[in-house]
DNA sequence: TTGATTTTGTTACTTTTTTCACAAATCAGC
DNA sequence: GCTGATTTGTGAAAAAAGTAACAAAATCAA
């Protein structure tokens, strides 16, 4: 099998795959079936098999995965086997909070401008970047070659700041406010916002609590 | 309708329909039609009808619904018309930045206690609470009445963190940290990486490009 | 080399989720 | 109070996703 759709599900779980198959690989293990790396990420087997068929071939039938060579094929399949340069739009708490958080160069997201329209912050110095305004993202986008907007402003400032990066040439947005935008169809956004899962938490549980 | 199982998808655009509808409020706006609903958050009608029906009836025909009224009954449905005492375990970095993040009280999930097991951290106070023995959290869950677990410790330590919570009675557990975990069937567990929505963008612009 | 055993890749089947379509309810104007 | 215009709630149909089952490939022991 290869490409045609890809299930959103399907790209949520290679990453899941990714992080346990990491896990494992630090510990020293080698070959792994996809019996076993179900039973460690809590789904069925035939929904490995399957989501990695999406991709290609990467088991030895018989055998296993060979750990390291699944994680190569599954970065390279999500496009993550190489260096994104990003902008980040917003420099308040959030923002600077991203800015100083080193995983992100760490997994391959390279945050290389910092961007704000509010004077107070224009020309500060946020972990080693100049904030810069946000009216000049073109310029900068293109010289420093970045793909991907980070949109870290409050929620009413965040459609503005998608225009700014769309007219700017950005591939793909970010958006950790917690509201939404609209942007040109063939660019991808994707929202943060980590109380969804609180939500579903909250909801889990006191759906428990009421069957019991 | 009422009840049965409710798709994890239907929790998540509950959300999603909490948050539009939060920003229409604050714009002034009062009732609002599933069409245009679905319009602000890009999906079917249909769709919207249907999530709200497993929760009961909240429209009024040839009307529509009232963003207030609509706004509580999510709230209910989910569970977040009230306070969640919250235990974080694991203050590094990431604990840090949360325990600062004052978002999360104004969400109504209140970070009561801050729980750690290195002897240079217990004792030191960390945004008002002091860092408390993770050993001790079995007391702390009790007196503090504390219900939700929130783990951010480094991977490896991850199901150690999640031990101890499900060991203190904690009803259900947020995982920001990168590894799965094992826990009895009848707690949930949510699992918060950011990371995994750049990888999904990474794969949306690498998929439009290898069409173009 | 053959046969037993393992485990993948893939097709067929099942279940779940989404969308469609329309009756039932509401409201405004006459 | 009736008529026409809306818009919900819901059962039926369609689409999508997930699971099961098995042939094809690989390994290993005899």
């Excluded at 750990?67 to 190569?72: P, S, V, Y």
């Excluded at 800015?99 to 391959?108: P, Q, S, T, V, Y």
């Excluded at 009216?135 to 970045?146: E, S």
């Excluded at 980070?150 to 990066?165: G, K, M, S």
Aim: proline share 4%; net charge positive; with cysteine.
């Amino acid at each position: 099998m290869k490409s045609e759709h890809i299930p959103k599900a399907t790209i949520e779980r290679l990453a899941v795959y990714l992080q346990i198959l990491g896990n494992l690989g630090r510990d020293g293990v080698n070959i792994i079936s996809s019996d076993k790396l179900a039973q460690a990420c809590k789904v069925n087997p035939s929904q490995i098999r399957k989501d990695l068929a999406y991709f290609g071939e990467f088991g030895v039938r018989g055998v296993g995965y060979y750990i390291q060579e699944l994680i190569t094929a599954i970065k390279q399949s999500l496009g993550i086997d190489r260096h994104w340069y990003c902008a980040l739009v917003g420099v308040g708490n959030l923002g600077r909070a991203l800015l100083r958080h080193n995983e992100f160069a760490r997994r391959g997201f390279i945050i290389r401008g910092a961007f704000d329209c509010d004077q107070d912050k224009i020309g500060k110095v946020e972990s080693g970047l100049e904030v810069i305004c946000s009216k000049r993202l073109k310029t900068k986008v293109r010289d420093l070659g970045l793909e991907i907007g980070i949109i870290t402003t409050p929620p009413e400032r965040a459609q503005r700041a998608a225009d700014y990066l769309v007219e700017s040439g950005i591939k793909g947005i970010i958006n950790f406010a917690p509201a939404r935008i609209a942007v040109p169809e063939p660019i991808p956004v994707e929202y943060v916002d980590y109380f969804h899962q609180f939500y579903a938490l909250a909801f889990h549980i006191t759906l428990s609590q009421h069957r019991a």
